[in-house]
């Protein structure tokens, strides 16, 4: 579909852009420089495409992750005929991986095929954090390329999984053979300690090229992709192609038929609605724990969109489902699944719920927990961001003091980071503040933001707030925060957010884990 008329540019093309890194209106130049009508169609595609390739990777983490934790906890590792059934079970030997096996401390192993696979164990280094999970490759053969494998440590015993890899080499053929050029591997503290080529690699060596690089924090992933001369002649063919094809007016009410036809049946809009009809905002939780006795004192709900079997990152809907006002019935069905799940969790332990300044205007809360029969005050609290500004401060402060009455609390989120502050926390009534992971993130840097934490904790302890730093990931944080009095910690350093069911298996081997199994 031909997208900007000033510069012959095709959808096609913007969709390569987008694969090669492209995330802004100014990495198209120079589309959208002239008459600017193409703008809002190139943004969109670059936005859609986004969050596509996120809500895949996303898919593939979720489902390995699923799969490889379930096989864990039910290996007897002695190779017997449950591991065997277990190593060829259709619902764990999956498309996402070639082979499956174990090594045991006794010596010898097996594997899905049967017999042991010719993997050394001092090949597998542990794992630098707390669970000793890392990756591996194969042996070279024949200048072959290695393949990717997953391992668990536990006592002696390996479980390993060689990961397929061939959807890598399918989105490296699209739209044209040799036109990327892919590296990933998993990183350690200064240096890489796994590493992976796929493509061609003259590609990386070409004068010109264009790279991208992008890391995923939790599996310690860093992926970089190149692109050169093979992508550049492919697109300007298209460009061509497409622009001796459609021309001027008609190409116009092409694309003016296009956008309201997709608008309508597939924007995202719709799709949330739809969404909302079905039932798919689902909440993920995250525990805070209480860094001195390491108790686990409570959860922030997180809103996610469970798509089947796919999870849509929350920063491709949630902006825009505030902005057309979603994200009340969103929330509303949330909370609903919050109050459900109570009951699973410990008595003295309390959820947080996120809700934005639209909650406290109109009002939509109090109506909403009045139709619950004042669900659990004492359990349930409710988190109100700084990020985004309360343009009624009276209806709010009225719509908080009622709830207070009832025995709700209010904590204020991203603490620092935007409008209130201070003058939030004074008119609302709210006595507990949460340090925004921008902050967190200065421990250990010569970062200026470090003395505003300094102060934000300061500040805290002067007017006796209750505070909760979010977005830890390191012990070295949660030290330093444990010296300047700050103890609720909630981030990766102990648990990423999960479903109520991973969550329940979390928690079990969590009290396992501390001294006398509390």
């Given at each position: 579909m031909y997208v900007c008329l000033c510069f012959p540019t095709t959808e096609q093309d913007i969709r390569h852009a987008a694969r090669q890194g492209a995330s802004k209106l100014r990495d198209l130049h120079p589309v959208a420089t002239r008459c600017g009508k193409c703008g809002r169609c190139a943004h969109q595609l670059l936005q859609q495409k986004k969050a596509q390739i996120e809500a895949a990777l996303a898919e593939r983490h979720e489902a390995l992750d699923q799969?490889?934790?379930?096989?864990?906890?039910?290996?007897?590792?002695?190779?017997?005929?449950?591991?065997?059934?277990?190593l060829r079970d259709p619902r764990f030997y999956s498309r996402h991986i070639r082979l499956q096996g174990l090594k045991l401390a006794s010596g010898g192993g097996c594997s899905s095929l049967g017999e042991d696979f010719p993997l050394a164990t001092v090949e597998l280094p542990p794992y630098p954090e707390q669970e000793q999970f890392g990756l591996a490759a194969t042996q070279p053969r024949f200048n072959t390329e290695q393949e990717v494998v997953a391992y668990y440590r536990k006592g002696g015993n390996v479980a390993y999984w060689v990961l397929n890899n061939s959807w890598s080499h399918d989105q490296l053929q699209s739209p044209c053979p040799g036109c990327f050029y892919l590296e990933f591997g998993q990183q350690s503290p200064g240096k890489v300690t796994t590493f992976f080529p796929r493509g061609d690699k003259s590609i990386k060596q070409e004068p010109g090229n264009q790279r991208l690089s992008f890391f995923d924090p939790d599996p310690q992933i860093r992926q970089t992709l190149w692109a050169g001369k093979a992508l550049e002649e492919y697109a300007k063919r298209q460009a061509r192609h497409y622009g001796l094809l459609y021309g001027g007016a008609l190409g116009l009410l092409l694309v003016a038929a296009y956008w309201v036809l997709r608008n309508y049946?597939?924007?995202?809009?719709?799709?949330?609605?739809?969404?909302?009809?079905?039932?798919?905002?689902?909440?993920?939780?995250?525990?805070?724990?209480?860094?001195?006795?390491?108790?686990?004192?409570?959860?922030?709900?997180?809103?996610?969109?469970?798509?089947?079997?796919?999870?849509?990152?929350?920063?491709?809907?949630?902006?825009?489902a505030e902005e057309q006002g979603l994200i009340l019935p969103m929330t509303e069905q949330l909370l609903e699944r919050v109050i459900a799940d109570l009951h699973w969790l410990e008595p003295t332990q309390w959820v947080s719920v996120n809700i934005v300044a639209a909650h406290l205007e109109q009002p939509n809360l109090r109506p909403l927990l009045q139709r619950h029969d004042w669900p659990s005050p004492a359990r349930l609290t409710f988190e109100l961001t700084e990020r985004k500004p309360i343009t009624d401060i009276k209806a709010a402060m009225g719509e908080i003091a009622q709830l207070q009455e009832k025995g709700y609390h209010f904590k204020l989120d991203d603490f620092g980071t935007g409008y209130g502050g201070f003058a939030y926390l004074q008119r609302l009534g709210i006595r507990q503040i949460k340090i925004d992971k921008m902050f967190v993130d200065t421990i250990g840097t010569d970062d200026l933001k470090r003395t505003l934490l300094d102060s934000i904790i300061a500040f805290g302890h002067e007017s006796d707030m209750e505070m909760i730093a979010e977005g830890v990931e390191t012990l070295e944080q949660v030290d330093y925060l444990h010296r300047h009095g700050v103890h609720l910690i909630q981030g990766y350093v102990y648990a990423k957010p999960m479903a109520l069911t991973k969550l329940k298996i979390w928690l079990l081997a969590w009290r396992q884990s501390q001294p006398g199994g509390q």
């Amino acid at each position: 579909m031909y997208v900007c008329l000033c510069f012959p540019t095709t959808e096609q093309d913007i969709r390569h852009a987008a694969r090669q890194g492209a995330s802004k209106l100014r990495d198209l130049h120079p589309v959208a420089t002239r008459c600017g009508k193409c703008g809002r169609c190139a943004h969109q595609l670059l936005q859609q495409k986004k969050a596509q390739i996120e809500a895949a990777l996303a898919e593939r983490h979720e489902a390995l992750d699923q799969s490889i934790r379930s096989q864990l906890s039910r290996f007897a590792f002695d190779c017997g005929p449950a591991d065997m059934a277990l190593l060829r079970d259709p619902r764990f030997y999956s498309r996402h991986i070639r082979l499956q096996g174990l090594k045991l401390a006794s010596g010898g192993g097996c594997s899905s095929l049967g017999e042991d696979f010719p993997l050394a164990t001092v090949e597998l280094p542990p794992y630098p954090e707390q669970e000793q999970f890392g990756l591996a490759a194969t042996q070279p053969r024949f200048n072959t390329e290695q393949e990717v494998v997953a391992y668990y440590r536990k006592g002696g015993n390996v479980a390993y999984w060689v990961l397929n890899n061939s959807w890598s080499h399918d989105q490296l053929q699209s739209p044209c053979p040799g036109c990327f050029y892919l590296e990933f591997g998993q990183q350690s503290p200064g240096k890489v300690t796994t590493f992976f080529p796929r493509g061609d690699k003259s590609i990386k060596q070409e004068p010109g090229n264009q790279r991208l690089s992008f890391f995923d924090p939790d599996p310690q992933i860093r992926q970089t992709l190149w692109a050169g001369k093979a992508l550049e002649e492919y697109a300007k063919r298209q460009a061509r192609h497409y622009g001796l094809l459609y021309g001027g007016a008609l190409g116009l009410l092409l694309v003016a038929a296009y956008w309201v036809l997709r608008n309508y049946r597939r924007s995202l809009k719709g799709l949330l609605q739809a969404a909302l009809v079905r039932r798919e905002f689902v909440p993920f939780y995250q525990p805070i724990v209480d860094s001195r006795s390491k108790k686990v004192v409570g959860f922030e709900a997180l809103l996610r969109w469970q798509r089947g079997r796919e999870l849509v990152p929350p920063g491709t809907f949630i902006d825009y489902a505030e902005e057309q006002g979603l994200i009340l019935p969103m929330t509303e069905q949330l909370l609903e699944r919050v109050i459900a799940d109570l009951h699973w969790l410990e008595p003295t332990q309390w959820v947080s719920v996120n809700i934005v300044a639209a909650h406290l205007e109109q009002p939509n809360l109090r109506p909403l927990l009045q139709r619950h029969d004042w669900p659990s005050p004492a359990r349930l609290t409710f988190e109100l961001t700084e990020r985004k500004p309360i343009t009624d401060i009276k209806a709010a402060m009225g719509e908080i003091a009622q709830l207070q009455e009832k025995g709700y609390h209010f904590k204020l989120d991203d603490f620092g980071t935007g409008y209130g502050g201070f003058a939030y926390l004074q008119r609302l009534g709210i006595r507990q503040i949460k340090i925004d992971k921008m902050f967190v993130d200065t421990i250990g840097t010569d970062d200026l933001k470090r003395t505003l934490l300094d102060s934000i904790i300061a500040f805290g302890h002067e007017s006796d707030m209750e505070m909760i730093a979010e977005g830890v990931e390191t012990l070295e944080q949660v030290d330093y925060l444990h010296r300047h009095g700050v103890h609720l910690i909630q981030g990766y350093v102990y648990a990423k957010p999960m479903a109520l069911t991973k969550l329940k298996i979390w928690l079990l081997a969590w009290r396992q884990s501390q001294p006398g199994g509390q």
